[in-house]
């Protein structure tokens, strides 16, 4: 079955640095995108942007623009999300998402079939 | 961006009960709209997508329907292990994908 293997729980201060990774598996990595999404303590699901894998092509939700950065590596078949300065409001659970894009019907259709377990992200001083 | 809003945020309901979640979407989306539902410390799992289609292996007593900007999930007898968060998702643009703020749907 397709899987997405997250990195571990993660502890930091505010300021530090930060990558967390999406490992993709027995599936075609490169033919289906990879989304990020936020959960903070007790709240809601956010999208925070997607990679395409077949060209690293990326977009951002225009609430996380600028404060962090997608990446990916279609030879390990891995998406990341980086911070360069974390802040304590950065604390929450990072999801990675697998966006199947096809044709449902007659019609086209997009839909988060597989998630990853979630990184929890801790920024405390 | 395409604004989500669901109703009730939070729902008390009893097993064998049928329940109802609505979704309002700010524009138009076609048929271009998800249901997950999320259980305490688990990711998010797919239910229904395209409005109406029931992902494989989801249980049958789900359903959703609607179009443009209504939609809803139903879920016509509610078994224990169907106690969770549930959100809604608009894909009508790939490249802003927005979710609902959820509904808490707890035991009666």
């Known amino acids: 079955e397709v899987q997405l293997v997250q990195s571990g729980a993660e502890v930091k201060k505010p300021g530090e640095s930060l990558r967390i990774s999406c490992k993709g598996s027995r599936y075609s990595f490169t033919s289906y995108w990879i989304s990020w999404v936020r959960q903070m303590p007790g709240k809601g699901l956010e999208w925070m942007g997607r990679?395409?894998?077949?060209?690293?092509?990326?977009s951002y939700s225009p609430s996380f623009q600028g404060h962090v950065i997608i990446s990916g590596d279609k030879s390990t078949s891995t998406a990341y999300l980086q911070w360069s300065s974390l802040k304590a409001s950065d604390t929450a659970m990072y999801y990675c998402?697998?966006?199947?894009?096809?044709?449902?019907?007659?019609?086209?259709?997009?839909?988060?079939?597989?998630w990853g377990q979630g990184t929890l992200v801790t920024v405390s001083s | 961006d395409i604004q989500m809003t669901q109703s009730p945020s939070s729902l008390s309901a009893s097993v064998g009960d049928r329940v109802t979640i609505t979704c309002r979407a700010s524009q138009s989306i076609s048929n271009y709209l998800n249901w997950y539902q999320q259980k305490p410390g688990k990711a998010p799992k797919l239910l229904i997508y395209?409005?109406?289609s029931l992902q494989i292996g989801v249980p049958s007593r789900f359903s959703g329907s609607g179009s443009g900007t209504d939609f809803t999930l139903t879920i016509s007898s509610l078994q224990p292990e169907d106690f969770a968060t549930y959100y809604c998702?608009?894909?009508?643009?790939?490249?802003?994908?927005?979710f609902g703020q959820g509904t808490r749907l707890e035991i009666k």
């Open positions: 395209a409005a109406s």
């Open positions: 990679i395409d894998p077949s060209d690293s092509s990326v």
């Open positions: 998702q608009q894909s009508y643009s790939r490249l802003s994908i927005t």
């Open positions: 998402a697998r966006l199947f894009s096809g044709y449902c019907g007659s019609n086209s259709c997009y839909q988060f079939d597989y």
